[in-house]
Nanobody, 120 residues
Framework: QVQLVESGGGLVQAGGSLRLSCAAS????????MGWYRQAPGKQRELVAT???????NYADSVKGRFTISRDNAKNTMYLQMNSLTPEDTAVYYC??????????????WGQGTQVTVSS
């Protein structure tokens, strides 16, 4: 099993910044991609950003140029630096990981989520 624990959410004014952290523990060997998703009230969960083990990144168009995903391998921790926040970024942010079990199977893991609220 893999445990993912997010932290760093909170309340911030529009234009401000926050940095989210996701600490991974447990059977992390085999994780090949990690990412951040978010879910606003009344909306579906959506991809924010992903980071593969080879360093490739992918961002939702809505956050490109404002958010940066990164990781510290020594700490088994992934980050999401969020700048120029707007009220539309208000959501619960979830950490996500995919772990390859065999060449044909993958397990998915989710954190418990951390609330980000951006006031106007």
């Amino acid at each position: 099993q893999v445990q993912l624990v997010e932290s760093g959410g909170g309340l911030v004014q529009a234009g401000g910044s926050l940095r989210l952290s996701c600490a991974a523990s447990g059977s992390i060997l085999g994780i090949y991609v990690m990412g951040w998703y978010r879910q606003a009230p009344g909306k579906q969960r959506e991809l924010v950003a992903t980071l593969t083990t080879d360093g490739s990144t992918n961002y939702a168009d809505s956050v490109k140029g404002r958010f940066t995903i990164s990781r510290d391998n020594a700490k088994n921790t992934m980050y999401l630096q969020m700048n120029s926040l707007t009220p539309e970024d208000t959501a619960v942010y979830y950490c996500h990981a995919k772990r390859r079990i065999t060449t044909a199977s993958t397990l998915l893991y989710w954190g418990q989520g951390t609330q980000v609220t951006v006031s106007s």
